[in-house]
Antibody, heavy 113, light 111 residues
Framework: QVQLVQSGAEVKKPGSSVKISCKASGGAFRSFAFSWVRQAPGQGLEWMGG????????NYAQKFQGRVAITADASTGTVYMELSSLRSEDTAVYYC??????WGQGTLVTVSS | QSVLTQPPSASGTPGQRVIISCSGN????????VYWYQHLPRTAPKLLMFRNNERRPGVPDRFSGSKSGTSASLAISGLRSEDEADYYC????????????FGGGTKVTVL
């Protein structure tokens, strides 16, 4: 089982960017399929994108194309998700997950002026 | 609006059996494995079932999954108070880098 530890809560202004980290331990980092999933208040789970570090070619949900960037740093075993041009509707808990099995604890991002 | 359709709620008394449905089409459920997740408030989602009907190690055998055509279901037998949570079906399309589709979620209440 992989342990995923995410960075802490963020408060951002509309129009700014946020970058969340997800550090993995206990497995073969480069071969995992990492995904980012978010849950807005009162809403369901929503997939944003994914990456397999050994291929280093991220795949993004159409809804977030142009606004999201997912990267992986094998030297530290960390995956990042950066979301730009933030708006209030991006207020959500953001999760990283591996192979659909193990999940990080979640990172609350609040977008407010 | 989710591509995979789940009922918004389901309920039962302790010991009862509850079934949650997940409806899709030939391009998602019809040709891919279905996964089921349990999500408790303020916690990370937990994988219960993978590849339609395989239970993740450590998941009680009260949980079972099935798939037929373009629909899938999760059954919870011997309902317990700790089963009160949101349940999501999910499908990976094409590869593990996605896209990853989720149902809208079903809130299970133990009466």
């Amino acid at each position: 089982q992989v342990q995923l530890v995410q960075s802490g809560a963020e408060v951002k202004k509309p129009g700014s960017s946020v970058k969340i980290s997800c550090k993995a331990s206990g497995g073969a980092f480069r071969s995992f399929a990492f995904s980012w999933v978010r849950q807005a208040p009162g809403q369901g789970l929503e997939w944003m994108g994914g990456i397999i570090p050994v291929f280093d070619s991220p795949n993004y949900a159409q809804k977030f194309q142009g606004r999201v960037a997912i990267t992986a740093d094998a030297s530290t075993g960390t995956v990042y998700m950066e979301l730009s041009s933030l708006r209030s509707e991006d207020t959500a808990v953001y999760y990283c997950a591996t192979d659909g099995e193990d999940w990080g604890q979640g990172t609350l991002v609040t977008v407010s002026s | 609006q989710s591509v995979l359709t789940q009922p918004p709620s389901a309920s039962g008394t302790p010991g009862q059996r509850v079934i949650i449905s997940c409806s899709g089409n030939s391009s998602n459920i019809g040709t891919n494995y279905v996964y089921w997740y349990q999500h408790l408030p303020r916690t990370a989602p937990k994988l219960l079932m993978f590849r339609n009907n395989e239970r993740r190690p450590g998941v009680p055998d009260r949980f079972s999954g099935s798939k037929s055509g373009t629909s899938a279901s999760l059954a919870i037998s011997g309902l317990r108070s700790e089963d009160e949570a949101d349940y999501y079906c999910a499908v990976w399309i094409d590869s593990l880098t996605g896209p990853w589709m989720f149902g809208g979620g079903t809130k299970v209440t133990v009466l």
